[in-house]
């Protein structure tokens, strides 16, 4: 009794997955973080990838590029082991799980694979569709891009314990939500449970409710140093449910808030041809530079 009068009642979340509301509930709350008027360059990881696009993060720092390698480093930038791939083909993206293992995409077998004690398994293979890129979301479900085999048409699906549960491919009327021409299509969730994907084809990025909804588009933010053509890459979202979106040919990253609305670049750092991107639980900025390889560490918030 002197419980109940102290916290109240306690009902059950309205989701009907069990699991969700277990990480629903120990999702940690965070304070208002504002945006530093200049990000600071922490720290430069070389890690002698040619072509660096990928990078993802749990108390290591994975990263692929246009080799087969996959290679892990330390949070000091020491590298720990490499990878190599059996498909002889680069990896199309990567990602880490709750337990800490390494998924990755295979374009040349077309499916999504986890790396377990020096396992490979294959997870996830979609007759007619080739995965692109995944992110692992705050429920432990897992989001995928896809392209059909004829590259006219691509789609989100989501998978829960590897079944698949939901696909996003049309609007309310029936057009199709994503572009059909390009097969890079980065992929985050927001804090907010937004679905958001950068469109590097339709030169957009393109954000969607969890149900698939379409909630707004953002084709960029024309300025005198950045005239060239918008077409985003890698995406992540932070505590702030902001969204960072990598503009590799105009060298910088946009910051959105959650209802799409430009707030900031980050130009500086000595920033080059940006690509693949994370944000860790810290708020620290991961930035692939495509050619020279590097991983940059970036912070921007206060």
Same mark, same amino acid.
């Given at each position: 009794?002197? &419980?109940?009068?102290?916290?109240? =009642?306690?009902?059950?979340?309205?989701? %009907?997955?069990?699991?969700?509301?277990?990480?629903?509930?120990?999702?940690?709350?965070?304070?208002? +973080?504002?945006?530093?008027?200049?990000?600071?360059?922490?720290?430069?990881?070389?890690?002698?990838?040619?072509?660096?696009?990928?990078?993802? #993060?749990?108390?290591?720092?994975? *990263?692929?590029?246009?080799?087969? !390698?996959?290679?892990?480093?330390?949070?000091?930038?020491?590298?720990?082991?490499?990878?190599?791939?059996?498909?002889?083909?680069?990896?199309?993206?990567?990602?880490?799980?709750?337990?800490?293992?390494?998924?990755?995409?295979?374009?040349? *077998?077309?499916?999504?694979?986890?790396?377990?004690?020096?396992?490979?398994?294959?997870?996830?293979? &979609?007759?007619?569709?080739?995965?692109?890129?995944?992110?692992?979301?705050?429920?432990?479900?897992? &989001?995928?891009?896809?392209?059909? $085999?004829?590259?006219?048409?691509?789609?989100?699906? +989501?998978?829960?314990?590897? %079944?698949?549960? =939901? *696909?996003?491919?049309?609007?309310?009327?029936?057009?199709?939500?994503?572009?059909?021409?390009?097969?890079?299509?980065?992929?985050?969730?927001?804090?907010?449970?937004?679905? #958001?994907?950068?469109? /590097?084809?339709?030169?957009?990025?393109?954000?969607? *409710?969890?149900?698939?909804?379409? +909630?707004?588009?953002?084709?960029?933010?024309?300025?005198?140093?950045?005239?060239?053509?918008?077409?985003?890459?890698?995406?992540?979202?932070?505590?702030?449910?902001?969204?960072? %979106?990598? !503009?590799?040919?105009?060298? /910088?990253?946009?910051?959105?808030? =959650?209802?799409? =609305?430009?707030? +900031?670049?980050? !130009?500086? /750092?000595?920033?080059?041809?940006?690509?693949?991107?994370?944000? $860790?639980?810290?708020?620290?900025?991961?930035? #692939?530079?495509?050619?020279?390889?590097?991983?940059?560490?970036?912070?921007? &918030?206060?």
């Amino acid at each position: 009794e002197k &419980l109940y009068s102290l916290f109240g =009642q306690i009902t059950p979340l309205l989701s %009907t997955d069990t699991e969700e509301n277990v990480l629903s509930l120990n999702r940690p709350k965070t304070s208002a +973080r504002e945006l530093l008027d200049e990000p600071e360059l922490v720290a430069t990881i070389q890690t002698g990838h040619k072509f660096l696009r990928n990078v993802t #993060c749990l108390n290591k720092i994975w *990263t692929s590029g246009e080799t087969n !390698d996959i290679k892990c480093f330390n949070i000091k930038g020491s590298l720990l082991q490499t990878i190599e791939q059996n498909s002889g083909n680069f990896p199309n993206d990567i990602a880490v799980d709750s337990d800490e293992d390494l998924l990755y995409v295979s374009g040349a *077998t077309g499916t999504v694979n986890k790396l377990k004690n020096g396992v490979t398994v294959e997870l996830i293979r &979609l007759p007619g569709w080739t995965p692109s890129k995944l992110c692992v979301t705050s429920f432990g479900h897992l &989001l995928v891009t896809m392209y059909s $085999d004829d590259k006219t048409q691509s789609k989100v699906v +989501r998978y829960w314990r590897y %079944t698949e549960k =939901q *696909t996003i491919q049309f609007d309310d009327v029936g057009n199709p939500l994503f572009s059909g021409n390009s097969n890079n299509k980065y992929i985050t969730e927001n804090r907010n449970h937004d679905i #958001c994907v950068a469109d /590097c084809g339709a030169s957009a990025v393109v954000v969607v *409710t969890r149900e698939g909804k379409l +909630r707004w588009r953002y084709t960029g933010n024309r300025s005198v140093t950045k005239n060239d053509p918008f077409e985003p890459l890698g995406i992540i979202s932070d505590s702030q449910s902001r969204i960072l %979106t990598a !503009d590799s040919d105009n060298h /910088c990253i946009h910051i959105l808030d =959650q209802n799409g =609305q430009f707030l +900031r670049y980050i !130009d500086n /750092c000595d920033l080059e041809d940006p690509y693949g991107l994370y944000v $860790d639980d810290d708020d620290n900025l991961f930035v #692939c530079e495509y050619y020279k390889g590097n991983v940059k560490k970036i912070k921007y &918030l206060k």
